[in-house]
């Protein structure tokens, strides 16, 4: 068995957590059968019912520097100066097109102690967005089905190129 890890997404004591719950004011996801909750220094904050869910994007950068709250204010200051904007950038965070009511929900997480790959991050935003967009996202907070699917996932071979056929398959199986 490979270790249960792809990218952001852990598997910690039990649960599939995205982020670091150990961090400094620490701010993570977990996958649970109920929904996404969304927890904020060691307190659940929020529970997102998987039903809402439209579709899930993930954006991380592979080391912490790349995803410090501190160079995204500096960077958006500097920028402001010159009359431009960024787009894209900073904090690591999950966003989300929710249902009843219609609305977009952004949920920022603190990084891990370690650097994240960049195929990682790119498989685990596929794995996260194709599975809510084939209407299985309830299987998200499944421990053993996303397992299952992160280690078919991680053992890909970096030549494939195109991760969405390969991945499609594995989320609906």
Known sequence: MT????????FIEGE???????????????????GLSYWAQGAEAQVIPWSRLMN???????????????LAVFTDLA??????????????????????????WVAHFSH???DYRKREIRQAEE???QTVECGRAAKLGDPQWAAE?????????????????PIGGIVRS
């Open 112 to 114: 891990g102690s370690r």
């Open 79 to 104: 920028l402001a100066l010159t009359g431009s904007s960024r787009r894209g950038g900073g904090e690591a965070y999950l966003a989300a097109t929710l249902r009843n009511p219609y609305e977009d």
């Open 127 to 129: 794995l996260l967005k």
């Open 149 to 165: 699917r992160v280690e078919t996932i991680a053992s890909l071979t970096a030549g494939s190129r195109h991760m969405k056929a």
């Open 3 to 10: 270790a249960l890890i792809l990218g952001p997404l852990e």
């Open 16 to 34: 599939w957590i995205i982020g670091d719950p150990t961090a400094r004011e620490s701010r993570y996801l977990k996958l649970q059968q109920r």
């Open 56 to 70: 899930l994007h993930l954006t991380a950068q592979p080391n912490r520097l790349g995803n410090s709250r501190a």
